[in-house]
């Protein structure tokens, strides 16, 4: 069987190369280097041995993923070719190192045989340049592969493979997002090499002003000050709930339930469509934040009576949305957002068993505002035809509702006057929805309309000295006319 014998070549001092990877150099067989483009290298001249490297790989692989699996198909033609061959790369193989995932998944499956040499990895160099204990938590990250979510507050962070200033600059915009303008960070070039070693602490906002980054750079962000902290992440959010509901915490927060909180979940969810509604993005944050707190509140009080933690709901609602996702995560296809919903409508029937549309009617939630409620139902019989086949329909429904209404104002028959009430309401629902317009935030938009107007009147009447209560009708209409001249109210 073909065999490849991985050797790390450390972070780039030749003190730092084994014992046993040096005696696997001097072998005789051939050798690859990932990149020639390390310290090491110069040791492989310097004692003639002859090395090829994947350095032109880089020049025209589109992406680091293309570059690496042609790294892997190289390495296994030669392991073809020669039996058996040197692989070498920087620092120490099994760390952040993915070709070595690839062939090692190869190796699993029987179709090559794998021999690894560690070495000494570039995080201990780092660690001692800045002279940081990292006992705390560490987290490596590839800035090849950097997301502002795979940062962690609550530990130190090394980002590697910031090569080049360009990734440098990718790097701070993401920082800057999760630490702000002014938290200081290390740029460490060539960590613990004699002669070549450079370290900078600087703000984030200079980490692409820097002229020397190259492949030996990395950048190490140190762990957020207990004490003094004003950067928080979910974990944090979860710790400081845990500690409002123990014994040491705030008397309100602990005698909660999921009942006495049940009213403050649709409160802050109504809060949220208000700041959506006035485009109002720094309330916005806020509101999102308050409704976040609901979920955390609530996960809380199940995890201490034993049913669920806040990582199940993560967990389910991850499923979730990958289960309904299936022309996103699967190998369904959707051309258009209509067919998206008919997808993601599809999976949810499949999970929750529905068996016929009569089923699906009754399971939308029963505590929504009547008018969505109404629009759900609406859409999802005309799902099956059961429709108008124009609004004009709608407008004739309208109008023989409100005629049925006017027949029995008069009389003293209250349930049938509920009742016919109802019958309108339910109609103009439905012209709402061949108009494609949601009829809970049209009619929360002429709500917020009404308000604005009648604050024109009242405003107007104290300049007139007039009281709201003594002025006619007439009076006050004049005013209203004049307030949608002044586009009180534009909603």
């Not at 059961?386 to 709608?394: I, K, L, R, S, Y």
Request: proline share 2%.
């Amino acid at each position: 069987m073909k065999k490849i014998t991985v050797i790390g070549l450390g972070p780039g001092n030749i003190g730092d190369l084994t014992l046993k990877a040096v005696d696997k150099l001097k072998s005789g067989l051939p050798v690859y280097l990932r990149t020639k483009e390390h310290p090491a290298t110069k040791y492989l001249i310097d004692n003639n041995i002859h090395f090829e490297s994947f350095d032109y790989i880089y020049e025209h692989g589109n992406t680091m993923d293309e570059v690496y699996n042609e790294i892997v198909e190289s390495l296994l033609k030669y392991a073809e070719e020669f039996g058996h061959i040197n692989y070498c790369v920087p620092g120490n193989p099994i760390l952040g190192e993915k070709t070595i995932t690839t062939l090692n998944r190869l190796k699993e499956q029987g179709e090559i045989s794998i021999e690894i040499i560690t070495g000494m990895s570039f995080i201990e160099s780092v660690i001692s340049t800045i002279e940081k204990d990292v006992i705390d938590g560490l987290k490596l990250i590839d800035g090849l592969d950097f997301k502002e979510a795979s940062l962690d507050i609550n530990s130190a962070n090394i980002i590697t493979h910031v090569y080049k200033p360009e990734i440098a600059s990718e790097v701070k915009l993401k920082l800057v997002e999760r630490y702000g303008d002014e938290y200081e960070v290390y740029v460490i070039r060539a960590a613990g090499i004699e002669g070549e070693e450079r370290i900078h602490k600087i703000p984030i906002y200079e980490v692409d002003r820097i002229e020397w980054v190259d492949h030996l750079t990395s950048i190490y962000v140190p762990k957020c000050d207990k004490i003094n902290k004003k950067l928080y992440d979910m974990y944090n959010l979860i710790d400081i709930m845990e500690k409002l509901r123990s014994k040491e915490g705030c008397k309100w927060d602990i005698k909660q339930n999921h009942q006495s909180l049940r009213e403050y979940i649709v409160e802050e969810a109504y809060e949220v469509v208000d700041a959506i509604d006035d485009e109002d993005y720094d309330l916005l944050s806020e509101e999102l934040g308050d409704v976040l707190l609901q979920v955390v509140f609530h996960s809380q009080i199940a995890s201490e009576e034993g049913y669920f933690s806040i990582w199940d709901v993560v967990r389910n609602i991850s499923e979730k949305l990958i289960y309904r996702h299936p022309h996103v995560f699967g190998d369904e296809e959707a051309r258009d957002d209509k067919e998206a919903v008919d997808s993601w409508n599809s999976m949810k029937d499949k999970e929750k068993s529905v068996a016929n549309y009569t089923e699906k009617l009754k399971n939308i939630t029963k505590n929504l505002p009547s008018l969505l409620k109404s629009y759900k139902i609406q859409d999802k019989v005309a799902d099956v035809g059961f429709d108008w086949p124009n609004v004009q329909g709608a407008m004739s429904k309208v109008e023989e509702e409100l005629i049925e209404v006017k027949e029995v104002y008069e009389g003293d028959d209250t349930e049938r006057r509920e009742e016919e009430l109802g019958d309108l309401l339910f109609a103009v629902v439905n012209i709402c929805r061949f108009a494609n317009v949601n009829p809970e935030i049209a009619l929360n938009k002429t709500i917020n309309k009404f308000i604005n107007r009648f604050s024109y009147i009242e405003s107007e009447s104290k300049k007139l000295k007039k009281d709201l209560k003594n002025m006619t009708l007439e009076e006050m209409d004049v005013l209203w006319e004049k307030s949608k001249i002044h586009n009180y109210g534009k909603f």
